[in-house]
Protein backbone atom coordinates (compact mmCIF):
# COMPACT_ATOMS: atom_id res chain seq x y z
CA UNK A 1 0.00 0.00 0.00
CA UNK A 2 1.37 3.30 -0.66
CA UNK A 3 1.89 5.27 2.21
CA UNK A 4 1.59 9.19 2.95
CA UNK A 5 2.49 10.60 6.18
CA UNK A 6 1.29 14.28 6.99
CA UNK A 7 0.78 16.22 10.10
CA UNK A 8 -1.52 19.24 10.83
CA UNK A 9 -0.72 22.35 12.16
CA UNK A 10 -2.57 25.13 13.42
CA UNK A 11 -3.31 28.04 15.82
CA UNK A 12 -5.67 27.17 18.49
CA UNK A 13 -9.03 27.05 17.58
CA UNK A 14 -8.38 27.03 14.01
CA UNK A 15 -10.54 24.13 13.48
CA UNK A 16 -7.93 21.20 13.25
CA UNK A 17 -10.09 18.85 15.21
CA UNK A 18 -12.68 19.62 12.98
CA UNK A 19 -10.58 18.72 10.16
CA UNK A 20 -9.31 15.88 10.87
CA UNK A 21 -12.82 14.10 11.74
CA UNK A 22 -14.29 15.20 8.71
CA UNK A 23 -11.41 13.22 7.02
CA UNK A 24 -11.96 10.05 9.52
CA UNK A 25 -15.13 10.12 8.80
CA UNK A 26 -15.15 9.76 5.04
CA UNK A 27 -12.30 7.93 4.53
CA UNK A 28 -12.86 4.07 3.41
CA UNK A 29 -11.97 1.95 6.14
CA UNK A 30 -13.81 4.39 9.19
CA UNK A 31 -17.10 3.36 10.09
CA UNK A 32 -18.46 5.51 12.68
CA UNK A 33 -21.88 4.78 15.20
CA UNK A 34 -24.57 7.19 13.74
CA UNK A 35 -25.31 8.46 17.44
CA UNK A 36 -21.61 9.87 17.76
CA UNK A 37 -21.48 11.12 14.25
CA UNK A 38 -21.81 14.92 15.72
CA UNK A 39 -18.85 14.38 18.24
CA UNK A 40 -15.02 15.15 17.93
CA UNK A 41 -13.64 12.09 17.82
CA UNK A 42 -9.85 13.18 17.86
CA UNK A 43 -10.39 14.78 20.92
CA UNK A 44 -11.47 11.74 22.65
CA UNK A 45 -10.07 12.68 26.40
CA UNK A 46 -12.85 14.32 28.81
CA UNK A 47 -10.66 17.34 29.50
CA UNK A 48 -10.10 17.81 25.54
CA UNK A 49 -13.98 17.77 24.96
CA UNK A 50 -14.34 19.80 27.64
CA UNK A 51 -11.85 22.46 27.26
CA UNK A 52 -12.15 22.27 23.46
CA UNK A 53 -7.92 22.26 23.04
CA UNK A 54 -5.95 19.31 21.87
CA UNK A 55 -3.88 18.52 24.58
CA UNK A 56 -2.09 15.07 23.40
CA UNK A 57 -0.86 14.04 20.32
CA UNK A 58 -2.87 10.97 18.39
CA UNK A 59 -2.39 9.22 15.90
CA UNK A 60 -5.10 7.93 13.11
CA UNK A 61 -4.58 5.92 9.70
CA UNK A 62 -6.78 6.74 6.71
CA UNK A 63 -7.25 4.56 3.87
CA UNK A 64 -7.95 6.65 0.64
CA UNK A 65 -8.25 4.19 -2.76
CA UNK A 66 -5.07 2.29 -2.54
CA UNK A 67 -3.25 4.82 -0.45
CA UNK A 68 -2.38 4.49 3.63
CA UNK A 69 -2.55 8.34 5.14
CA UNK A 70 -0.79 8.11 8.35
CA UNK A 71 -2.47 11.52 9.57
CA UNK A 72 -0.74 12.84 13.12
CA UNK A 73 -3.38 15.66 15.12
CA UNK A 74 -0.72 17.63 16.93
CA UNK A 75 -1.42 20.28 19.73
CA UNK A 76 -1.63 23.90 19.43
CA UNK A 77 -1.98 25.20 22.42
CA UNK A 78 1.71 26.76 23.52
CA UNK A 79 2.28 24.27 26.38
CA UNK A 80 2.19 21.74 24.55
CA UNK A 81 3.82 23.13 21.81
CA UNK A 82 7.01 20.53 22.10
CA UNK A 83 4.66 17.70 20.88
CA UNK A 84 4.86 19.94 17.69
CA UNK A 85 8.43 19.93 16.89
CA UNK A 86 8.77 16.15 17.67
CA UNK A 87 6.02 15.59 15.40
CA UNK A 88 8.09 17.27 12.06
CA UNK A 89 10.14 14.22 12.45
CA UNK A 90 7.83 11.95 11.50
CA UNK A 91 6.32 13.16 8.91
CA UNK A 92 6.71 14.01 5.06
CA UNK A 93 4.33 16.99 4.85
CA UNK A 94 2.26 19.28 6.45
CA UNK A 95 -1.68 20.55 6.34
CA UNK A 96 -1.21 24.13 7.05
CA UNK A 97 -4.96 25.19 8.97
CA UNK A 98 -5.33 28.74 8.71
CA UNK A 99 -8.52 30.36 9.64
CA UNK A 100 -10.47 32.29 7.11
CA UNK A 101 -11.31 35.14 9.24
CA UNK A 102 -7.67 35.46 11.42
CA UNK A 103 -6.02 34.43 8.58
CA UNK A 104 -2.12 32.99 10.11
CA UNK A 105 -1.65 33.70 13.64
CA UNK A 106 2.29 33.73 15.67
CA UNK A 107 1.76 30.43 16.76
CA UNK A 108 0.90 28.97 13.37
CA UNK A 109 4.48 31.40 11.97
CA UNK A 110 6.35 29.41 14.84
CA UNK A 111 4.81 25.85 13.94
CA UNK A 112 5.39 26.92 9.96
CA UNK A 113 8.86 27.88 10.60
CA UNK A 114 10.05 24.17 11.80
CA UNK A 115 7.88 22.55 8.91
CA UNK A 116 9.87 24.63 6.46
CA UNK A 117 13.08 24.00 8.19
CA UNK A 118 12.15 20.62 8.33
CA UNK A 119 12.19 20.24 4.26
CA UNK A 120 8.38 19.71 4.34
CA UNK A 121 5.73 20.83 1.78
CA UNK A 122 2.68 22.07 2.78
CA UNK A 123 -0.62 22.14 1.86
CA UNK A 124 -2.72 25.18 3.01
CA UNK A 125 -6.35 25.19 4.00
CA UNK A 126 -7.99 27.91 4.37
CA UNK A 127 -10.67 26.51 7.31
CA UNK A 128 -13.75 28.17 7.90
CA UNK A 129 -15.35 29.94 4.66
CA UNK A 130 -18.45 29.59 5.85
CA UNK A 131 -18.19 32.05 8.49
CA UNK A 132 -20.01 34.80 8.06
CA UNK A 133 -16.77 37.35 8.12
CA UNK A 134 -14.77 34.92 6.39
CA UNK A 135 -12.08 36.87 4.09
CA UNK A 136 -10.17 33.76 2.01
CA UNK A 137 -8.41 36.00 -0.49
CA UNK A 138 -6.68 38.34 2.69
CA UNK A 139 -5.97 34.90 4.50
CA UNK A 140 -4.29 33.52 1.28
CA UNK A 141 -1.57 36.66 0.60
CA UNK A 142 -0.99 37.44 4.13
CA UNK A 143 0.06 33.51 4.34
CA UNK A 144 1.91 33.80 1.16
CA UNK A 145 3.51 36.75 2.84
CA UNK A 146 4.22 34.65 5.60
CA UNK A 147 6.47 32.01 3.74
CA UNK A 148 8.24 34.66 1.95
CA UNK A 149 9.16 35.95 5.17
CA UNK A 150 10.34 32.35 6.76
CA UNK A 151 12.55 32.17 3.93
CA UNK A 152 10.99 29.40 1.83
CA UNK A 153 11.81 28.12 -1.32
CA UNK A 154 10.57 28.35 -4.63
CA UNK A 155 9.03 24.58 -4.35
CA UNK A 156 7.71 25.33 -0.80
CA UNK A 157 6.31 28.96 -1.53
CA UNK A 158 4.28 27.17 -4.48
CA UNK A 159 1.88 25.80 -2.44
CA UNK A 160 -1.96 24.15 -3.11
CA UNK A 161 -4.95 25.94 -1.47
CA UNK A 162 -7.86 23.85 -0.75
CA UNK A 163 -10.78 25.68 0.79
CA UNK A 164 -13.04 24.38 3.38
CA UNK A 165 -15.41 24.06 6.06
CA UNK A 166 -14.54 21.15 9.07
CA UNK A 167 -17.61 21.56 10.75
CA UNK A 168 -19.82 20.51 7.27
CA UNK A 169 -17.01 18.29 6.37
CA UNK A 170 -16.33 19.57 2.58
CA UNK A 171 -13.69 21.21 1.27
CA UNK A 172 -12.78 22.30 -2.55
CA UNK A 173 -10.66 24.65 -4.94
CA UNK A 174 -12.66 27.50 -4.69
CA UNK A 175 -14.06 29.39 -1.54
CA UNK A 176 -17.91 28.77 -2.86
CA UNK A 177 -19.52 27.01 -0.55
CA UNK A 178 -22.32 25.69 -3.10
CA UNK A 179 -19.41 23.59 -5.17
CA UNK A 180 -18.53 21.66 -1.97
CA UNK A 181 -19.49 18.10 -1.93
CA UNK A 182 -17.03 16.16 0.71
CA UNK A 183 -13.47 16.74 1.49
CA UNK A 184 -12.58 14.45 -1.40
CA UNK A 185 -10.47 17.64 -3.10
CA UNK A 186 -7.81 17.36 0.17
CA UNK A 187 -7.47 13.74 -0.03
CA UNK A 188 -6.50 13.90 -4.06
CA UNK A 189 -4.28 17.08 -2.87
CA UNK A 190 -2.48 15.29 -0.29
CA UNK A 191 -1.57 12.12 -2.34
CA UNK A 192 -0.72 13.79 -5.42
CA UNK A 193 1.49 16.97 -3.43
CA UNK A 194 3.00 15.12 -0.66
CA UNK A 195 6.19 13.37 -1.78
CA UNK A 196 6.45 9.78 -2.27
CA UNK A 197 8.46 7.90 0.41
CA UNK A 198 12.23 7.52 -0.70
CA UNK A 199 12.72 4.22 1.13
CA UNK A 200 15.72 1.39 1.34
CA UNK A 201 13.53 -1.67 2.55
CA UNK A 202 16.98 -3.70 2.31
CA UNK A 203 18.43 -1.75 5.04
CA UNK A 204 19.01 -2.20 8.64
CA UNK A 205 16.43 -1.61 11.06
CA UNK A 206 16.61 2.28 11.92
CA UNK A 207 13.64 4.12 14.21
CA UNK A 208 13.04 6.70 15.71
CA UNK A 209 10.84 7.55 19.11
CA UNK A 210 8.95 10.57 19.04
CA UNK A 211 5.63 10.05 21.17
CA UNK A 212 5.34 7.18 24.01
CA UNK A 213 2.32 5.74 25.48
CA UNK A 214 1.21 3.36 28.46
CA UNK A 215 -0.48 0.22 27.89
CA UNK A 216 -1.56 -1.72 31.52
CA UNK A 217 -0.27 -5.30 29.89
CA UNK A 218 1.94 -3.64 26.91
CA UNK A 219 3.74 -1.07 29.22
CA UNK A 220 5.92 1.56 27.54
CA UNK A 221 4.84 2.26 24.03
CA UNK A 222 6.92 4.12 21.71
CA UNK A 223 5.66 5.66 18.67
CA UNK A 224 7.39 6.54 15.74
CA UNK A 225 8.84 6.61 12.02
CA UNK A 226 10.68 3.06 10.73
CA UNK A 227 13.33 5.36 8.75
CA UNK A 228 14.74 2.22 7.03
CA UNK A 229 14.12 -1.54 7.35
CA UNK A 230 11.82 -3.83 9.42
CA UNK A 231 10.50 -4.22 12.96
CA UNK A 232 9.34 -7.56 13.73
CA UNK A 233 7.40 -8.98 16.57
CA UNK A 234 10.38 -11.02 18.89
CA UNK A 235 13.08 -9.57 17.18
CA UNK A 236 16.21 -8.25 19.33
CA UNK A 237 17.28 -4.63 18.62
CA UNK A 238 19.85 -2.42 19.45
CA UNK A 239 18.30 0.64 21.93
CA UNK A 240 20.32 4.11 21.86
CA UNK A 241 19.46 6.31 24.41
CA UNK A 242 20.22 9.73 24.43
CA UNK A 243 23.33 9.04 25.95
CA UNK A 244 24.88 7.18 23.56
CA UNK A 245 24.97 4.23 25.72
CA UNK A 246 23.13 1.02 23.56
CA UNK A 247 20.95 -2.28 25.67
CA UNK A 248 19.60 -4.77 23.42
CA UNK A 249 16.10 -5.72 23.94
CA UNK A 250 13.28 -7.52 22.43
CA UNK A 251 9.96 -6.27 21.10
CA UNK A 252 7.07 -7.81 22.33
CA UNK A 253 4.74 -6.02 20.28
CA UNK A 254 4.40 -4.29 17.08
CA UNK A 255 1.39 -2.68 16.33
CA UNK A 256 -0.06 -0.28 13.26
CA UNK A 257 -2.97 2.03 13.16
CA UNK A 258 -5.92 1.69 11.41
CA UNK A 259 -8.46 4.49 12.11
CA UNK A 260 -7.66 5.38 15.50
CA UNK A 261 -7.42 2.09 16.70
CA UNK A 262 -3.73 0.29 17.10
CA UNK A 263 -3.68 -3.10 15.35
CA UNK A 264 -1.21 -5.98 16.22
CA UNK A 265 0.82 -7.08 13.18
CA UNK A 266 3.66 -9.48 13.21
CA UNK A 267 5.95 -6.92 10.62
CA UNK A 268 6.26 -3.26 9.74
CA UNK A 269 8.16 -1.97 7.29
CA UNK A 270 10.03 1.17 6.45
CA UNK A 271 7.90 4.45 5.78
CA UNK A 272 5.54 3.48 8.25
CA UNK A 273 4.54 5.05 11.37
CA UNK A 274 4.20 1.77 14.59
CA UNK A 275 4.02 1.96 18.38
CA UNK A 276 5.92 -0.40 19.60
CA UNK A 277 6.51 -2.33 22.92
CA UNK A 278 8.99 -4.00 25.41
CA UNK A 279 11.50 -1.46 25.81
CA UNK A 280 10.97 -0.42 29.36
CA UNK A 281 13.52 2.71 29.75
CA UNK A 282 12.56 4.20 26.66
CA UNK A 283 12.10 8.38 25.77
CA UNK A 284 11.23 10.26 23.29
CA UNK A 285 14.10 11.53 20.45
CA UNK A 286 15.97 7.57 21.08
CA UNK A 287 16.77 5.11 18.23
CA UNK A 288 15.62 1.79 18.32
CA UNK A 289 18.60 0.20 15.95
CA UNK A 290 19.53 -3.29 14.03
CA UNK A 291 21.68 -5.15 16.95
CA UNK A 292 24.83 -5.41 14.20
CA UNK A 293 24.44 -1.87 13.05
CA UNK A 294 23.57 0.44 16.48
CA UNK A 295 24.21 3.73 14.95
CA UNK A 296 22.18 6.32 16.76
CA UNK A 297 19.95 8.71 14.40
CA UNK A 298 19.76 12.48 15.32
CA UNK A 299 18.10 12.80 18.98
CA UNK A 300 15.21 15.07 19.17
CA UNK A 301 15.88 18.44 21.79
CA UNK A 302 12.96 18.42 24.26
CA UNK A 303 11.62 21.16 25.67
CA UNK A 304 13.04 22.67 29.36
CA UNK A 305 9.91 23.44 32.17
CA UNK A 306 9.73 26.97 32.51
CA UNK A 307 6.90 26.60 35.53
CA UNK A 308 6.99 24.87 38.55
CA UNK A 309 4.79 23.72 42.00
CA UNK A 310 4.94 22.11 44.73
CA UNK A 311 3.00 18.98 44.77
CA UNK A 312 2.37 18.19 48.17
CA UNK A 313 -0.15 15.28 50.37
CA UNK A 314 -2.91 16.77 51.36
CA UNK A 315 -2.57 18.03 54.93
CA UNK A 316 -5.79 19.61 55.79
CA UNK A 317 -8.39 18.73 58.93
CA UNK A 318 -10.56 16.73 55.97
CA UNK A 319 -7.11 14.59 54.83
CA UNK A 320 -8.74 11.46 53.31
CA UNK A 321 -12.48 12.49 53.64
CA UNK A 322 -12.94 12.66 49.99
CA UNK A 323 -10.78 10.97 48.26
CA UNK A 324 -9.18 7.21 47.25
CA UNK A 325 -5.57 8.03 47.10
CA UNK A 326 -4.15 10.25 49.93
CA UNK A 327 -1.18 8.79 50.54
CA UNK A 328 2.84 9.92 49.86
CA UNK A 329 3.53 6.69 48.41
CA UNK A 330 0.48 6.82 46.42
CA UNK A 331 0.87 10.03 45.02
CA UNK A 332 4.69 9.72 44.49
CA UNK A 333 3.65 6.25 42.51
CA UNK A 334 1.16 8.47 40.55
CA UNK A 335 3.82 11.58 39.41
CA UNK A 336 6.12 8.86 38.18
CA UNK A 337 3.61 7.06 35.97
CA UNK A 338 3.03 10.09 34.48
CA UNK A 339 6.76 10.52 33.92
CA UNK A 340 6.64 7.52 31.61
CA UNK A 341 4.72 9.28 28.88
CA UNK A 342 5.20 13.08 29.43
CA UNK A 343 9.09 14.19 29.11
CA UNK A 344 8.62 17.85 29.41
CA UNK A 345 7.92 16.78 33.09
CA UNK A 346 10.17 16.70 35.53
CA UNK A 347 9.88 15.38 39.32
CA UNK A 348 12.68 16.76 41.96
CA UNK A 349 12.61 15.31 45.61
CA UNK A 350 12.31 18.26 48.62
CA UNK A 351 14.12 16.38 51.39
CA UNK A 352 10.84 15.74 52.54
CA UNK A 353 8.53 12.78 51.96
CA UNK A 354 5.60 14.07 50.81
CA UNK A 355 6.83 17.18 48.87
CA UNK A 356 7.97 16.94 45.34
CA UNK A 357 8.92 20.16 43.06
CA UNK A 358 6.85 19.49 39.89
CA UNK A 359 8.02 21.24 36.87
CA UNK A 360 6.24 21.93 33.20
CA UNK A 361 5.88 24.01 30.21
CA UNK A 362 3.20 26.23 31.72
CA UNK A 363 0.50 26.59 34.23
CA UNK A 364 -1.97 24.46 31.63
CA UNK A 365 0.24 21.96 31.59
CA UNK A 366 0.39 21.62 35.34
CA UNK A 367 -2.86 22.68 35.65
CA UNK A 368 -4.29 19.37 33.47
CA UNK A 369 -1.98 17.29 35.57
CA UNK A 370 -3.25 18.43 38.73
CA UNK A 371 -7.35 17.68 36.86
CA UNK A 372 -6.31 14.37 35.90
CA UNK A 373 -5.35 13.14 39.32
CA UNK A 374 -8.39 14.87 40.98
CA UNK A 375 -10.76 13.20 38.85
CA UNK A 376 -8.39 9.56 39.28
CA UNK A 377 -9.48 9.92 43.00
CA UNK A 378 -6.31 11.58 44.69
CA UNK A 379 -5.92 14.42 47.49
CA UNK A 380 -3.01 16.87 46.92
CA UNK A 381 -2.29 20.22 47.55
CA UNK A 382 -0.62 22.38 45.39
CA UNK A 383 1.80 25.96 45.50
CA UNK A 384 1.23 28.78 43.78
CA UNK A 385 3.42 28.21 39.84
CA UNK A 386 6.74 29.84 39.70
CA UNK A 387 8.88 30.83 36.76
CA UNK A 388 12.05 29.10 36.73
CA UNK A 389 15.38 30.98 36.24
CA UNK A 390 18.53 29.82 35.00
CA UNK A 391 22.17 31.43 35.11
CA UNK A 392 24.20 31.86 31.77
CA UNK A 393 27.66 33.63 32.25
CA UNK A 394 26.77 35.04 35.35
CA UNK A 395 23.67 36.45 33.92
CA UNK A 396 20.23 35.64 35.46
CA UNK A 397 18.31 34.47 32.65
CA UNK A 398 14.25 34.10 32.53
CA UNK A 399 11.75 32.32 30.15
CA UNK A 400 9.77 34.24 27.76
CA UNK A 401 6.75 33.96 25.67
CA UNK A 402 5.64 35.56 22.81
CA UNK A 403 1.81 36.77 23.28
CA UNK A 404 -1.38 37.54 20.48
CA UNK A 405 -4.17 39.32 22.13
CA UNK A 406 -7.41 39.54 19.90
CA UNK A 407 -9.90 41.87 21.47
CA UNK A 408 -12.99 44.52 20.60
CA UNK A 409 -11.43 47.69 20.05
CA UNK A 410 -13.07 49.54 23.24
CA UNK A 411 -10.75 46.88 25.65
CA UNK A 412 -7.23 47.60 23.80
CA UNK A 413 -6.41 50.78 26.15
CA UNK A 414 -6.65 48.63 28.88
CA UNK A 415 -5.37 45.50 27.85
CA UNK A 416 -2.27 47.52 26.96
CA UNK A 417 -1.97 48.99 30.07
CA UNK A 418 -2.05 45.28 32.14
CA UNK A 419 0.85 44.05 29.41
CA UNK A 420 2.96 46.77 30.00
CA UNK A 421 2.60 46.29 33.96
CA UNK A 422 3.43 43.18 33.79
CA UNK A 423 6.84 43.70 31.92
CA UNK A 424 5.01 43.14 28.19
CA UNK A 425 6.87 45.10 25.69
CA UNK A 426 4.73 45.80 22.29
CA UNK A 427 5.79 44.40 19.04
CA UNK A 428 2.81 44.93 16.48
CA UNK A 429 -0.57 46.16 16.39
CA UNK A 430 -3.52 46.07 14.19
CA UNK A 431 -6.86 47.45 13.46
CA UNK A 432 -9.56 45.94 11.59
CA UNK A 433 -12.86 45.41 11.53
CA UNK A 434 -13.47 46.62 15.26
CA UNK A 435 -11.08 44.20 16.70
CA UNK A 436 -7.55 45.32 17.83
CA UNK A 437 -4.77 42.50 17.04
CA UNK A 438 -1.69 43.02 19.75
CA UNK A 439 1.41 41.48 19.45
CA UNK A 440 3.64 41.26 22.95
CA UNK A 441 6.72 39.45 24.39
CA UNK A 442 6.77 39.58 27.70
CA UNK A 443 8.74 37.56 30.51
CA UNK A 444 6.37 34.45 31.50
CA UNK A 445 6.22 35.07 35.27
CA UNK A 446 4.17 38.11 34.20
CA UNK A 447 1.91 35.55 32.60
CA UNK A 448 1.39 33.96 35.49
CA UNK A 449 -2.03 34.90 37.07
CA UNK A 450 -3.08 37.48 34.23
CA UNK A 451 -5.31 34.92 31.96
CA UNK A 452 -8.58 35.35 34.39
CA UNK A 453 -7.93 38.89 34.75
CA UNK A 454 -7.90 39.57 30.87
CA UNK A 455 -11.41 37.68 30.42
CA UNK A 456 -12.73 39.57 33.48
CA UNK A 457 -11.14 42.93 31.68
CA UNK A 458 -12.44 41.81 28.39
CA UNK A 459 -15.71 40.72 29.48
CA UNK A 460 -14.88 37.45 28.35
CA UNK A 461 -14.86 38.95 24.54
CA UNK A 462 -10.61 38.74 24.27
CA UNK A 463 -8.84 35.99 23.08
CA UNK A 464 -4.91 35.04 24.46
CA UNK A 465 -2.25 32.68 23.64
CA UNK A 466 1.44 32.53 24.00
CA UNK A 467 4.05 30.40 23.21
CA UNK A 468 7.91 29.71 24.41
CA UNK A 469 10.65 31.94 22.97
CA UNK A 470 13.26 31.43 25.08
CA UNK A 471 15.79 32.35 27.97
CA UNK A 472 16.59 36.10 27.77
CA UNK A 473 18.48 38.73 30.84
CA UNK A 474 16.25 38.98 33.41
CA UNK A 475 13.59 42.03 32.89
CA UNK A 476 13.50 43.52 36.22
CA UNK A 477 11.42 43.52 39.19
CA UNK A 478 7.51 42.93 38.41
CA UNK A 479 4.88 45.07 39.77
CA UNK A 480 3.00 42.75 42.65
CA UNK A 481 -0.84 42.91 42.37
CA UNK A 482 -0.89 41.70 45.98
CA UNK A 483 -4.38 40.48 47.77
CA UNK A 484 -5.89 40.08 51.28
CA UNK A 485 -7.53 36.89 51.99
CA UNK A 486 -10.91 36.44 54.44
CA UNK A 487 -9.79 33.33 56.76
CA UNK A 488 -11.96 31.27 58.48
CA UNK A 489 -10.83 31.54 62.45
CA UNK A 490 -12.68 28.13 63.58
CA UNK A 491 -14.07 25.04 62.28
CA UNK A 492 -17.89 24.42 61.75
CA UNK A 493 -20.15 24.58 58.69
CA UNK A 494 -20.67 27.84 57.26
CA UNK A 495 -24.05 29.67 57.86
CA UNK A 496 -26.26 32.85 56.65
CA UNK A 497 -25.61 35.01 59.82
CA UNK A 498 -21.77 34.54 59.86
CA UNK A 499 -21.79 34.63 56.08
CA UNK A 500 -23.43 38.30 55.72
CA UNK A 501 -21.13 39.28 58.77
CA UNK A 502 -18.09 38.56 56.62
CA UNK A 503 -19.22 39.54 53.70
CA UNK A 504 -18.98 43.12 54.44
CA UNK A 505 -15.49 42.51 54.31
CA UNK A 506 -14.73 42.17 50.51
CA UNK A 507 -16.11 38.99 47.99
CA UNK A 508 -17.09 35.71 49.65
CA UNK A 509 -15.99 32.45 47.74
CA UNK A 510 -18.63 30.18 49.77
CA UNK A 511 -22.07 29.93 50.39
CA UNK A 512 -24.81 28.72 53.36
CA UNK A 513 -23.74 25.34 54.70
CA UNK A 514 -20.30 24.60 53.53
CA UNK A 515 -17.96 22.96 55.53
CA UNK A 516 -15.21 24.66 56.51
CA UNK A 517 -11.77 24.62 59.09
CA UNK A 518 -9.65 27.22 60.96
CA UNK A 519 -7.30 28.68 57.92
CA UNK A 520 -8.87 27.97 55.24
CA UNK A 521 -9.71 30.87 52.87
CA UNK A 522 -13.38 31.55 52.00
CA UNK A 523 -12.91 34.87 50.51
CA UNK A 524 -11.10 37.89 49.66
CA UNK A 525 -10.70 40.95 51.42
CA UNK A 526 -11.46 44.62 49.53
CA UNK A 527 -7.46 45.27 50.97
CA UNK A 528 -4.63 44.31 50.58
CA UNK A 529 -4.35 42.59 53.54
CA UNK A 530 -5.70 39.08 55.46
CA UNK A 531 -8.72 39.41 57.80
CA UNK A 532 -9.67 36.73 60.51
CA UNK A 533 -13.34 35.94 59.81
CA UNK A 534 -16.17 33.86 61.02
CA UNK A 535 -18.35 32.30 58.80
CA UNK A 536 -20.09 29.45 61.31
CA UNK A 537 -21.35 32.19 63.49
CA UNK A 538 -25.05 31.84 64.57
CA UNK A 539 -27.52 34.63 65.66
CA UNK A 540 -28.54 33.69 69.08
CA UNK A 541 -31.85 33.41 70.06
CA UNK A 542 -33.47 35.81 72.44
CA UNK A 543 -36.86 36.16 74.14
CA UNK A 544 -37.32 39.58 72.63
CA UNK A 545 -38.82 39.55 69.42
CA UNK A 546 -39.43 43.02 67.42
CA UNK A 547 -40.14 43.21 63.61
CA UNK A 548 -38.15 46.25 63.15
CA UNK A 549 -35.00 44.30 64.03
CA UNK A 550 -35.42 41.61 61.06
CA UNK A 551 -32.64 41.30 59.16
CA UNK A 552 -32.77 42.35 55.39
CA UNK A 553 -29.54 41.55 54.24
CA UNK A 554 -29.30 39.19 50.93
CA UNK A 555 -26.24 36.73 50.59
CA UNK A 556 -24.31 37.36 47.43
CA UNK A 557 -23.28 34.66 44.90
CA UNK A 558 -20.63 33.87 45.74
CA UNK A 559 -17.09 33.88 43.42
CA UNK A 560 -16.91 30.25 41.86
CA UNK A 561 -13.08 29.23 42.49
CA UNK A 562 -12.21 26.52 39.84
CA UNK A 563 -8.72 24.81 39.84
CA UNK A 564 -7.28 27.80 37.06
CA UNK A 565 -8.75 30.52 39.09
CA UNK A 566 -7.42 29.37 42.67
CA UNK A 567 -4.00 29.05 41.26
CA UNK A 568 -4.58 32.52 39.63
CA UNK A 569 -5.44 33.74 43.14
CA UNK A 570 -3.04 32.30 45.79
CA UNK A 571 -0.16 34.33 46.96
CA UNK A 572 3.18 32.78 48.01
CA UNK A 573 1.76 31.58 51.63
CA UNK A 574 -1.40 29.68 50.32
CA UNK A 575 -1.92 26.56 48.68
CA UNK A 576 -4.83 25.01 46.67
CA UNK A 577 -6.20 22.03 48.61
CA UNK A 578 -7.64 19.01 45.53
CA UNK A 579 -9.78 16.70 46.32
CA UNK A 580 -12.02 14.57 44.08
CA UNK A 581 -15.33 16.84 45.34
CA UNK A 582 -14.18 19.91 46.23
CA UNK A 583 -11.16 22.83 45.19
CA UNK A 584 -10.42 24.57 48.16
CA UNK A 585 -7.70 27.36 49.10
CA UNK A 586 -6.19 27.55 52.27
CA UNK A 587 -3.30 28.82 54.47
CA UNK A 588 0.16 27.45 54.37
CA UNK A 589 0.12 27.50 58.08
CA UNK A 590 -3.48 26.91 59.88
CA UNK A 591 -2.88 28.60 63.13
CA UNK A 592 -3.33 32.28 63.00
CA UNK A 593 -0.76 32.52 65.71
CA UNK A 594 1.54 30.80 63.57
CA UNK A 595 1.04 33.12 61.18
CA UNK A 596 1.25 36.34 63.09
CA UNK A 597 4.51 34.77 64.70
CA UNK A 598 6.42 34.11 61.02
CA UNK A 599 5.29 37.48 60.02
CA UNK A 600 6.98 39.13 62.61
Not at 253 to 276: T, Y
Amino acid sequence: MKLRNIAIIAHVDHGKTTLVDALLKQSDNFKIKTDAINELIMDSNELERERGITIFSKNAAIQYKDYKINIVDTPGHADFGGEVERIMKMVDGVLLLVDAKEGPMPQTKFVLKKALEAGHKAILVINKVDKPAARPQWALNQTFDLFVELGASDTQANFPVIYASGLQGVAGHSPDLTEMKSVEPLFEEIVSYIPTLDIDQEAKLKMLSVNLSYDNYKGKIAIGRIFSGAIKKGMQVAHINRAGEVKKEQITAVMLFSGLNRVEVDEAGAGDIVAIAGIPDISIGETIADVNDPTPLPTIKIDEPTVKMTFGVNTSPFFGKEGQYTTSRMVRDRLNKELETDVALQITETGATDRWIVSGRGELHLSILIEKMRREGYEIEVSKPQVIFKEVDGKKMEPMEAVSIQVPDAYAGTVIEMMGKRLGQMQDMRVDRGDTYLHFTIPTRGLIGIRNRFLTATKGSGLMNSIFLGYEPFKGELYANPHGSLVASEGGVSNFYGLIGAQGRGTLFIGDGIDVYAGMVVGQNSKDEDIVVNVCKAKHLTNFRAAQTRSVDALNVPRDMSLEHSLDYIGEDELVEVTPKNIRIRKMYLDANERKRLAR
